[in-house]
């Protein structure tokens, strides 16, 4: 097989791909990228089966462990951009039991549905954002030169054909000005469509949550307005052309496919997940509220139909990803139905100082490029020898095992220690034009503390 052949026509990616890609921003857990991977391609896999059994292809949910900051949320997020798919991360511990007072577990599908919704209609906008750039221009071109309709019959004057002929010489001309930008800054008055403010739910479960759109009732309700607006030209422009766009998208279109990718490619993060399982003391019986959770999500991750304002959402093939420290309990603490729903389990490896070099070096949107980016708007080029990103892993290494594990958000503390009084003093200086932290630096400023347990708890 060909490399062409290996990779499919729809811009889904191997794979190999896709673990090539997540390196870009993760270092490490390559168990969880190559799982996650599979995951993706066999969604892809699924859609192009025969039709008489791809419904009988479930997903294989996932259930990633490992200590805080070591990439479990960064690997799903970044997953789903690459699958350019409807991604939630919702937190497990925010959900209760139904009958008690907080976020019922299909609200996590009402969600997930409307972040798909507004992708699809970004996506419609963007099309249709040419067209509407014309029809906003026409009406903007209106306003500063109103038309003049075309004589015709047979006793049309000569005056007449005249005035329309210089009325259409006259648009042209400014049509060509605005095209250039030369009247952007020119205040003009325009009519807008104001939309009925919607109606305000209180209390701890609104109607959006029962899955009825209350905007599109009051909409029906009451009628649209127009109201003045004044302004520049150049953000009547803008103003114009997103009321357009509107109008020129079939919203029962984006409705539809919206609620269809949810179905098909949806993908929902579930962080925290050992916080809703039982914990190890038996002697106490069940939490209502956490085995509760778990036996409310358990049919959502199953595969139900869901109530949402955009229609009815079957949950059969989201892809569900779940993930935990489990430092007290374990997986096994779920109850046997829900774990029987997450088969696939990876354990993710707490970070090395080796592991922390990487990070600060290596990835797309690596810390030390981040700090880099941030002092060169201030004219400083800033640079971190070998000795200074060593001193940094190590400080991070050392701070994760003696206070506590946080992973990976350790550097984030560190380096804005580190970096405080430069961040502070830098625009009142005159800029040099070069600044290269050194091992010697680092140490100079975190040494103190580091060696302060008390003190490191607080600050680093």
Same mark, same amino acid.
């Given at each position: 097989? @060909?490399?062409?052949?290996?990779?499919? $026509?729809?811009?889904?990616?191997?794979?190999?791909?896709?673990?090539?890609?997540?390196?870009?921003?993760?270092?490490?857990?390559?168990?969880?990228?190559?799982?996650?991977?599979?995951?993706?391609?066999?969604?892809?896999?699924?859609?192009?089966? =025969?039709?008489?059994?791809? =419904?009988?292809?479930?997903?294989?949910?996932?259930?990633?462990?490992? !200590?805080?900051?070591?990439?479990?949320?960064?690997?799903?997020?970044?997953?789903?951009?690459?699958?350019?798919?409807?991604?939630?991360?919702?937190?497990?511990?925010?959900?209760?039991?139904?009958?008690?007072?907080?976020? +019922?577990?299909?609200?996590?599908?009402?969600?997930? $549905?409307?972040?798909?919704?507004?992708?699809?209609?970004?996506?419609?906008?963007?099309?249709?954002?040419?067209?509407?750039?014309?029809?906003?221009?026409?009406?903007?071109?209106?306003?500063?030169?109103?038309?003049?309709?075309?004589?015709?019959?047979?006793?049309? &004057?000569?005056?007449?054909?005249?005035?329309?002929?210089?009325?259409?010489?006259?648009?042209?001309?400014?049509?060509?000005?605005?095209?250039?930008?030369?009247? +952007?800054?020119?205040?003009?008055?325009?009519?807008?469509?104001?939309? !009925?403010?919607?109606?305000?739910?209180?209390?701890?479960?609104?109607? +959006?949550?029962?899955?009825?759109?209350?905007?599109?009732?009051? &909409?029906?309700?009451?009628?649209?307005?127009?109201?003045?607006?004044?302004? $520049?030209?150049?953000?009547?422009?803008?103003?114009?052309?997103?009321?357009?766009?509107?109008? %020129?998208?079939?919203? =029962?279109?984006?409705?539809?496919?919206?609620?269809?990718?949810?179905?098909?490619?949806?993908?929902?993060?579930?962080?925290?997940?050992?916080?809703?399982?039982?914990?190890?003391?038996?002697?106490?019986?069940?939490?209502?509220?956490?085995?509760?959770?778990?036996?409310?999500?358990?049919?959502?991750?199953?595969?139900?139909?869901?109530? @949402?304002?955009?229609?009815?959402?079957?949950?059969?093939?989201?892809?569900?990803?779940?993930?935990?420290?489990?430092?007290?309990?374990?997986?096994? +603490?779920?109850? !046997?139905?829900?774990?029987?729903?997450?088969?696939?389990?990876?354990?993710?490896?707490?970070? @090395?100082?080796?592991?922390?070099?990487?990070?600060?070096?290596?990835?797309?949107?690596?810390?030390?490029?981040?700090?880099?980016?941030?002092?060169?708007?201030?004219?400083?080029?800033?640079?971190?020898?070998?000795?200074?990103?060593?001193?940094?892993?190590?400080?991070?290494?050392?701070?994760?095992?003696?206070?506590?594990?946080?992973?990976?958000?350790?550097?984030? $503390?560190?380096? @804005?220690?580190?970096?405080?009084?430069?961040?502070?003093?830098?625009?009142?200086?005159?800029?040099?034009?070069?600044?290269?932290?050194?091992?010697?630096?680092?140490?100079?400023?975190?040494? &103190?503390?580091?060696?302060?347990?008390? %003190?490191?708890?607080?600050?680093?």
């Amino acid at each position: 097989m @060909t490399s062409e052949n290996k990779k499919n $026509t729809n811009g889904n990616l191997t794979p190999s791909q896709i673990v090539n890609e997540l390196n870009r921003y993760i270092i490490g857990q390559d168990d969880a990228k190559r799982a996650v991977a599979i995951a993706l391609r066999n969604r892809w896999r699924r859609q192009n089966v =025969d039709s008489d059994i791809r =419904d009988e292809i479930m997903p294989n949910n996932i259930i990633l462990i490992g !200590p805080t900051g070591v990439g479990k949320t960064e690997i799903a997020r970044r997953l789903a951009r690459l699958a350019a798919a409807p991604f939630l991360k919702v937190e497990a511990s925010k959900f209760t039991e139904v009958g008690y007072v907080g976020r +019922d577990v299909e609200s996590m599908i009402r969600d997930l $549905t409307e972040i798909s919704v507004n992708m699809v209609k970004a996506e419609k906008t963007e099309s249709v954002k040419e067209k509407a750039e014309k029809i906003a221009e026409e009406r903007i071109l209106d306003l500063l030169i109103p038309p003049v309709k075309k004589p015709t019959g047979a006793a049309v &004057s000569e005056s007449a054909e005249q005035e329309h002929y210089q009325n259409e010489k006259t648009r042209e001309w400014m049509r060509e000005k605005l095209n250039k930008g030369e009247m +952007d800054d020119k205040l003009i008055e325009f009519d807008i469509t104001t939309s !009925p403010v919607g109606m305000q739910v209180m209390g701890p479960i609104g109607l +959006d949550d029962m899955g009825i759109n209350i905007q599109e009732i009051m &909409s029906s309700m009451i009628p649209k307005k127009k109201k003045k607006r004044k302004t $520049t030209i150049k953000e009547a422009r803008r103003i114009i052309t997103q009321e357009e766009a509107q109008k %020129l998208i079939d919203m =029962d279109a984006v409705q539809s496919e919206a609620v269809k990718r949810v179905q098909e490619s949806g993908i929902v993060f579930i962080d925290e997940i050992d916080k809703i399982a039982g914990g190890s003391n038996k002697s106490q019986g069940p939490d209502v509220s956490r085995e509760g959770v778990q036996r409310d999500l358990l049919p959502i991750v199953e595969g139900s139909s869901v109530n @949402t304002k955009y229609g009815v959402v079957k949950t059969d093939h989201i892809l569900f990803i779940a993930s935990g420290a489990f430092h007290v309990a374990k997986p096994s +603490d779920l109850i !046997p139905e829900l774990q029987g729903r997450f088969p696939i389990r990876v354990e993710l490896q707490s970070l @090395t100082e080796e592991d922390f070099v990487k990070i600060l070096t290596v990835p797309h949107n690596a810390l030390l490029k981040q700090y880099c980016a941030l002092l060169g708007t201030e004219g400083v080029e800033l640079e971190f020898n070998d000795d200074s990103i060593k001193e940094v892993a190590s400080t991070a290494a050392h701070v994760n095992a003696e206070v506590e594990n946080i992973g990976a958000r350790r550097l984030h $503390t560190i380096l @804005t220690t580190l970096l405080e009084d430069i961040l502070f003093e830098v625009p009142d200086k005159v800029p040099e034009e070069k600044l290269i932290i050194t091992g010697e630096m680092v140490k100079q400023k975190l040494d &103190s503390i580091v060696k302060n347990r008390d %003190l490191s708890k607080y600050i680093l």
